[in-house]
């Protein structure tokens, strides 16, 4: 497509409601029903946002008087919050009742909703009675995957419980109990999977040492072949042990409950209909002061319903009472499609407040999220600060689910591991703050970065830490959390990690010109990093194709090599988060090795390409209407 054929920003949408290339576009952006989390709703949209008249603290939604300054007193509120947050679930639950005359009773019921300390659930009327004075009550049921956070999914035997309350139901016929269970369920699954977890740890570490005497018996051979190459694998080796040591001792920055710096949430927005409300109500219901916290939405020419949605939400917040949404909350709409850097630009040019938090339209934050994302900047020469990023539709399928085991591990032992020498290498888009000062230093030279004569257009993450890095500190706070939207299809996926290699290699040789100046571990494990996945393919080849077909000699090294790391990703989601998916790290690592691997060599020779594939930017139509062209033209030719 020459420059006369590109597509005129400002008739954007005029061009995609034409019939054809609409059909292309649906096509493009085609995915599965994702499975989330449902919380049950609260009779306030806002229920964690403090109010004005300190009717209720910031710390107890109760008004129960305790001391705000205490550290201790404030985290066991975030405990609380968590451990009572309830999610809707519709399954089957069996109660096993003894009454006070050892009558023996096997109720059946159905689920309502589920806490990590207590049951809603509904149940003939008949038995009230026998529930409501039950000496003895145990609860059976199984945790359906998506119903609960990562973790929980598990079966439930016997679970001691007693009734708290009932509530009538709908139907005549039918009651609603409520159940407190005498243990938390995270509580009930340490306790049950402890012997699981010693099984896997002890089998993991068999393996290991088998692959010691393997390596022992085959390094003298491997060694012979290549000097070189041999020697890189020692450094690749000690490369990944090092993070996973590095990130065993990170520790987030405890929250200080007196420092509230003000904090301006933006939110750049393109065509993100379908999550828009959802992010923008978790950027408003955290736990924060009112007057120090704002939203800016920065709409970069949206050509679906997203607008609509925005003022839709507007409206809604704007008739509770209480919180100043038209003081907290800005909308701006650009003038044409710019892209996403310069909707950040234009978000951190009119906030008002001294830090700025980036955030994805597909992420949604914890409560206390920014309340613990501001607590590094207590060190003036912190100028960024990383959330953790967790997978919201985890168990959508088996792609979602590797995507959680690898987003977990990168960022609670990869970059903690960066944390721990306050050199994180990247501020990760969906969570991220920024003092605003620094932001608006070095906006135009990140809004007009080039790369080799190429204009970037994405990583942009990436690259405004390589601003504030090179002069200042940066840092990862694991107790700050969002969850995001991951792709659910291996064709987005693909075309994500494509884009995401791109800006890697760039910014990655960017941040080589400056790194040798950081802390020396941090130096060495940084330009280790930048090295290993440049070389992996050239030794994937070595290993598995020149050494069989010259030497004659079976890899068997190499081989198991790539599952100890693939069992080491797994076991540390075993071990840090005890989640049902922790397998899917092995098959993360292998798709890596047969399929990721190679994108690397195809990034080094399209660094160039601007599309997102992930969703329909400008770059990504013009791409597409260069194809539908194409394709009619061939469709003619062949009439």
Not at 215 to 220: D, I, T, W
Not at 240 to 253: D, M
Not at 521 to 544: Q, T
């Amino acid at each position: 497509m020459n420059e006369n054929e590109k597509v005129d920003l400002k008739n954007i949408k005029e061009i995609v409601q034409t019939e054809t290339v609409q059909k292309a576009i649906e096509e493009a952006i085609k995915t599965e029903q994702d499975i989330l989390l449902h919380p049950v709703g609260d009779r306030r949209i806002l229920p964690n946002v403090p109010d004005k008249n300190h009717t209720r603290t910031n710390i107890d939604r109760r008004g129960i008087a305790h001391d705000e300054n205490n550290i201790n007193d404030y985290e066991q509120s975030m405990e609380k919050e968590h451990t009572g947050k309830r999610y809707i679930i519709d399954y089957p639950i069996v109660l096993n009742i003894i009454t006070t005359n050892d009558t023996k009773f096997k109720i059946k019921a159905r689920g309502v909703n589920i806490s990590s300390s207590g049951l809603l659930c509904r149940i003939p009327k008949k038995y009230q009675d026998v529930i409501e004075q039950a000496a003895i009550i145990k609860i059976s049921f199984e945790i359906k995957p998506g119903t609960m956070p990562e973790g929980y999914e598990m079966k439930i035997k016997n679970i001691k419980s007693k009734w708290v309350r009932t509530i009538n139901d709908d139907d005549e016929n039918y009651i609603k109990c409520g159940f407190q269970f005498k243990e938390l369920l995270a509580q009930y699954a340490y306790r049950k999977r402890q012997f699981y977890m010693l099984t896997v740890a002890s089998i993991f570490l068999f393996l290991v040492s088998l692959f010691i005497i393997l390596l022992r018996a085959e390094s003298v051979i491997y060694f012979e072949f290549n000097k070189t190459l041999y020697l890189y694998s020692i450094l690749a080796a000690t490369f990944l042990l090092s993070r996973y040591l590095f990130g065993a001792f990170y520790r987030p920055t405890p929250i200080n409950p007196n420092y509230t710096p003000g904090v301006s949430i933006i939110i750049p927005c393109f065509n993100e209909e379908k999550w828009i409300k959802r992010t923008i109500v978790s950027c408003l219901n955290q736990d924060y002061p009112i007057d120090k916290l704002e939203v800016l939405i920065i709409d970069d020419c949206s050509n679906d319903h997203s607008q609509e949605r925005i003022r839709e939400l507007l409206l809604e917040l704007k008739k509770e009472e209480g919180y100043d949404i038209d003081s907290r909350v800005k909308f701006h709409i650009q003038p044409q499609n710019a892209g996403k850097r310069e909707a950040l630009a234009v978000g951190a040019k009119i906030a008002k407040h001294e830090l700025l938090v980036f955030v994805d339209s597909d992420s949604f934050l914890d409560p206390f999220a920014i309340r613990n994302i501001v607590q590094p900047f207590q060190d003036k020469k912190v100028g960024g600060v990383s959330g953790r990023t967790d997978v919201a539709n985890t168990f959508t399928n088996n792609l979602t689910k590797m995507q959680s085991v690898r987003y977990y591990i990168a960022f609670r032992i990869l970059k903690a591991a960066e944390g721990l020498f306050n050199a994180v290498t990247c501020l990760s888009g969906p969570l991220a703050c920024y003092r605003k000062d620094l932001v608006l230093k070095y906006s135009d030279d990140w809004l007009n970065q080039r790369f080799l004569g190429q204009k970037a257009t994405f990583g942009d993450d990436r690259s405004m830490t390589n601003f504030i890095l090179r002069h200042h500190r940066t840092d990862y706070q694991d107790t700050a959390v969002c969850s995001t939207i991951v792709p659910n299809t291996y064709k987005v996926f693909l075309k994500q990690q494509m884009r995401w290699k791109r800006s890697w290699l760039r910014e990655s040789f960017v941040a080589a010109t400056f790194m040798w100046k950081k802390e020396p571990f941090m130096a060495i494990s940084f330009y280790m990093g930048l090295l290993v996945p440049i070389l992996s393919p050239i030794i994937v080849i070595y290993n598995l194709i020149y050494i069989p077909l010259t030497h004659r000699v079976f890899p068997l090294t190499f081989i198991i090599g790539i599952f100890m790391m693939a069992f080491m990703m797994s076991f540390a989601q075993l071990f840090l988060r005890r989640s049902s998916t922790w397998f899917y790290g092995v098959w993360f690592c292998l798709y890596y090795e047969a399929v990721l691997l190679w994108q690397m060599p195809v990034a080094w020779v399209t660094f160039w390409k601007s599309t997102w594939g992930t969703r329909m930017t400008t770059a990504d139509l013009n791409e597409l209407l260069k194809k539908t062209k194409n394709q009619d033209k061939k469709e003619g030719n062949a009439v």
